[in-house]
């Protein structure tokens, strides 16, 4: 058996380096359009600095590792070449190892499908042309929405808004249709039937989901990980993602058949250690693109058509992915690079160190941020109305939410990622993700969960020994942005309970967040942990 070294002597040069990045792991992607094994070369690079510059949490740079390591090997068995840099080999940056690698292979171009963070692109593209290469830079397929159609879509209009983005999707893409091309049911949405709770019996008999035990190869990764970044948060001994497209479509068809049905109803309910409930799991096989959005899309779709999930459910959940997740892509490409410095807010506070450790009183915070850090994995209602609320009601500058929620999930990739961190949830975008800042107090983590009941704190007071710190911040936003929001017509009803306070419960409120604050400042910041 010939070894790496002696086929890539015996090689002839090199027509196309393909390269091909963690987030981008479809065999079927336009990369690979026109390939030839003879004179083709693909580059894949595990780099430091992926790692490093937010201090990424184990099981994300875990995920990162396996999926790729296990996507190199799938090419190789079918013999193509494929130069692959293990982070063992120091790499710094993407692009300084693409640089060598130009320098090593001299190709007549190089082939990529374009990167899906901004500052990817502009320094691959830049090492590029440095070296004089040409550059075959190929649109993202995997997305059922160009950049170019969500520039027409957002063309004259004030406001972007995701609703009338998701009809536009659902007509193209012929999704949940009657024959007479309405919406199936009537109605495009079915929000209000999907935002219930467990109640106090709690959820009962939710079918586990498909867990991928870690096979050698996945093993070898969660060592190395463990060997080389001891000093970064997370644990991996519960490490059960799908890391091949094989275990995906399984994680995939396991959802269908056992949780979509109730996916609706308790999409935004929480449970103390409950981490999955209804949720899919797929985030992270869709981001790295072992999943196609539209096979998922169909697949849910099917279930409904043949009588095995309700309309609501399946809807609710094609809406999150051909709606918000096509929609908040569109955001970013269209906002970039200028989104990332917004701070409509201007919101300045540090993150409080509680977010590296999970350790607090607050049961709600306890229990996110905790299973982020052993999982890396929450679900949506838990980064939006917990830990995101939390930030915004304190006023977190948004850069530092950014970085932490980049660094915590499996399946955190910055166009995806900033958008909902900085826009949806930290309003820091003025109103382009979200109509109104998602504001509420402890009462509405009260209503959707079970943490309150077990918590030293009284979600319904704002001061005094008991106060619950989110009511108490809620009450201090609604203080310190009252002139702004109420221009917000969506916010007048809370504007309007603001008015019901007397100076001096006013004082007594901004005397208790000031206190709140002074006490998280003291704790430590997670980003000493960067190695
Ligand atoms: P499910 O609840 O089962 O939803 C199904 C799928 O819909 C998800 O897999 C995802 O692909 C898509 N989806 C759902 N909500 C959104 C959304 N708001 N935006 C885009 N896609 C969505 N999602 C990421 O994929 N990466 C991130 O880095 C990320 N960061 C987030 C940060 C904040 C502050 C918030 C509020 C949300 C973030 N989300 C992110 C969206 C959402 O929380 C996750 O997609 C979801 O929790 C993943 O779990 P799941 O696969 O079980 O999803
Ligand atoms: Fe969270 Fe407040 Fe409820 Fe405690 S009382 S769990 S801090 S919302």
Known sequence: ?????????SRQPVRHLIVILGDQLDRHSPAFHGFDSERDIVWMAEVIEESTKVPVSLPRIAIFLACMRHFRDALRSERIHVDYREISLGESSLADALKSALQCHQPAKVVMVEPGEWSVRESLRAVVARH?????????DHFLCSHREFADHARGRKQLRMEFFYREMRRKHQILLDRDGKPEGGDWNYDAENRGSFGKAGPSDIPSPARFAPNPLTAQ??????RRFPQHVGKLDRFDWPVTRDQ??????????????HFGEYQDAMWTREPWLYHSRISAALNLKLLNPLEVIRAAELAYRSGRAPLAATEGFIRQILGWREYVRGVYWHLMPGYLDRNAMRASEPLPGLFWTAETDMQCLADSIGQTLELGYAHHIQRLMVTGL????????PKEVHAWYLSVYVDAVEWVELPNTLGMSQYADGGVMASKPYIASGRYIDKMSNYCCQCRYKPAEATGKAACPFTTLYWDFLIRHELELSSNPRMVMQVRNLARLTEARRAEIISAARELRQSLRVQVNGSNLST
């Open 132 to 140: 004089s290469v040409l550059l075959d830079e190929r649109a993202d």
């Open 248 to 261: 995906a479509l399984i994680a995939l068809q396991d959802f269908i058949d056992h949780r979509l049905s």
């Open 390 to 397: 939390f930030c915004l009601l304190l006023g977190v500058d």
């Open 1 to 9: 058996m010939p070894t790496q070294s002696t086929v890539e002597s």
């Open 221 to 226: 990764v969660i060592a190395e990980v463990q």
